[in-house]
């Protein structure tokens, strides 16, 4: 039953994500590439992320967003999914400086659907804007687990980033992040990603 209401409640943020640019402040969607390194060698590939991204900001503060992420194992035939819908508010503690928090749930799947789980995440960042162009994503935390402990998906992420806006309506950034699972580092990752405004 839980299942059926995440994936139901997944699919609604996304529908209402794609929709919402008649009656939000702004829209954008997004694309990232994020290959993941073992923690304790750089130069050891673990696994590609490919992310599709959309979120919708009203005036007041208040953002809805969905996800959706696959990965690639490197060196094997192993790919996992994650089905993400989210709200958030952001903060602005000064003309420069941004606090966002956002609450979420997920559904995490394999190659085989009978294992699927559903989890929740929080999240909480701060930016500080250096120009019109660029903005030091100085630092953002994730915290993840399943609902259901014995599901072994506690995975908390600490990231660092520049975001580069392009223009108005355009940006581009890139992070470097380090995640953990179940209290050990489990990789290293950098990413890029590629997000326009509506």
């Known amino acids: ?3 059926h ?6 699919v609604a943020a996304a529908l ?3 929709a919402s640019d008649v009656v939000a402040d702004g829209s954008s969607i997004g694309v990232g590439i994020i290959s993941d390194r073992d923690p304790g060698d750089f130069g050891d590939p673990k696994n590609t992320k490919y ?3 959309g979120a919708y900001n009203f005036g007041s503060g208040l953002i809805f967003g969905g996800s959706f992420q696959y990965a690639d194992t490197t060196f094997t035939d192993r790919t996992t999914q994650n089905l993400e819908g989210t709200i958030g508010y952001r903060v602005p503690l000064s003309s420069a400086f941004l606090v966002t928090g956002s609450a979420g749930i997920g559904e995490h799947w394999g190659q ?6 559903p989890y929740y995440v ?3 960042a701060a930016d500080f804007k250096l120009s019109q162009s660029i903005t030091w ?3 953002s935390y994730r915290f993840r687990d399943a609902f259901d402990s014995n599901d072994n998906y506690n995975t908390p992420q600490v990231a660092t980033g520049v975001t580069f806006n392009l223009d108005g309506q ?3 950034s890139a992070k470097i992040m380090r995640n953990w699972k179940d209290g050990e580092p489990s990789s290293t990752g950098v990413s890029l990603g590629f997000k326009q405004g509506f």
């Open 1 to 3: 039953m839980m299942k």
């Open 5 to 10: 209401v995440t994936t139901g409640m997944l």
């Open 16 to 18: 209402v994500a794609a």
């Open 51 to 53: 992310e599709l991204n």
């Open 112 to 117: 085989n659907p009978s294992v699927a789980f």
């Open 122 to 124: 929080l999240r909480i």
């Open 137 to 139: 994503n100085v630092i």
């Open 170 to 172: 355009r940006s581009i």
